[in-house]
């Protein structure tokens, strides 16, 4: 990563300010060090991700006006030493999505985070995965990882313009369909039987896909019985704590010993909480009976094969009352969004429903989720295109001028 300094930065901008100014002459991942004071000046320094051209963006910052502020951006010839006691100050999300810059900062990060996503889409989509491959200790899966990585590093290698996560993922389902992951799944858990002497075993593919976590269930009870059943019981603890206080005496004919003063005052200090009880016990019953979740629950949707344009995907979460609805920047085919508890049951329920020829798979996003090892993971981060001298296996093969190009809709 390059750093450049840009001076002439006015009394009143501090790191936050600066990084959402330079937005403007920067469409790129970048991050703001520090601030530093001179006798003639101020100067921010700034390091840029490795997919920018440091030169470029000098001579954009340069040619750029600031509203009335002019900046001057430098490269140095010596990286000054700079504190490490300062947190560096990156893009916000929000800022960062909606000028559409890509989260990756090298091409590393590109495949790493490319192959999380399909990796991840591939345990969402066929929920039981995760509970085969765990028979297996779990090479299953770090064996469909490996197929997975070594067909983005020849795709990388042999394509252009593949600089996010997002375009790679696009890539990778333009030559290895959805259609096909059940057969990379099948392959390599016969493969997997084979090296322990066991015959190949068939495996159903619905029995995979359907899902098997409901946060909307608690002990097999659905959650808007459960809550009817605790609100009934509350009431009657509540009735019944109110009911014991009122009867408690605060006061005797004799004259009370220490001790008996001590009860009296304890006595009477309860007798005031007395119209608090119901609310009490709700608060009790709600925290430790019911689930420990928000009224919002996150869910990821995948498009298969693509995912709808923006405002089909509205019309069909509005009926679900979805709120923060946003499309992932590292997965072509994936989006989030919250749903309220009370309509998840009926949002749930509409898992596979096809939209102008897309399937939609509602998944939740509290799952748990096989990660590779550490190593692997270095491996990707440390990746630099080098012609491999063998590719991988194509699943299938299809036109790069296929219907994702008619298809697919930008307009998010």
Known sequence: MTLIIVSGLPPWWDMKLLVRK???????????????????TRCGYVRL?????????VNKINNTMFGKVKLHATIPDVEPALPSAVKPLGLPNPLRRAY????????????????????????????GLFKL???????????????????????MIKGTDLNTSFKLTKQYRKLHPHHCDFSLILSNFNNIERAAGKPPSALNQDDL??????????????????????????????????NHISELKTSTNEEPMEEELA???VRFELKKIIPYIPMMVQIVVKDNILQKKSMYYRVRIYGEPFLPN?????????KYHAVKMYRSDRAFNLMYCKVPLTTLPKFAEADGTNICGAIMYIRLSDVEYYKVPDTMVSEMLSFKPVMPEQPPLPTSHTDTQDEYDNEWCETW
């Open 100 to 127: 559409g810059i890509a989260n990756e900062g090298s091409l590393g990060q590109v495949l790493h985070a490319a192959h999380s996503e399909i990796l991840e889409e591939l345990q969402s989509k066929y929920a």
């Open 310 to 318: 923006k405002d089909m995907m509205l019309k069909f979460l509005k």
């Open 133 to 155: 491959s765990k028979t297996t200790g779990h090479k299953l899966l770090q064996a469909i990882a490996e197929d997975i990585l070594n067909k983005l590093r020849w795709i």
């Open 263 to 265: 009860v009296q005052k």
């Open 22 to 40: 330079l937005i403007q002459a920067i469409r790129g991942k970048y991050e703001v060090l520090t601030i530093k004071s001179t006798k003639s």
């Open 49 to 57: 991700s490795d997919m920018l051209d440091p030169q470029t963006v």
């Open 209 to 242: 896909v359907t899902p098997t976590d409901r946060p909307y269930v608690l002990s097999n009870m659905p959650l808007d019985k459960v809550q009817v059943i605790c609100t009934k019981y509350a009431k009657a603890i509540s009735m019944k704590l109110q």
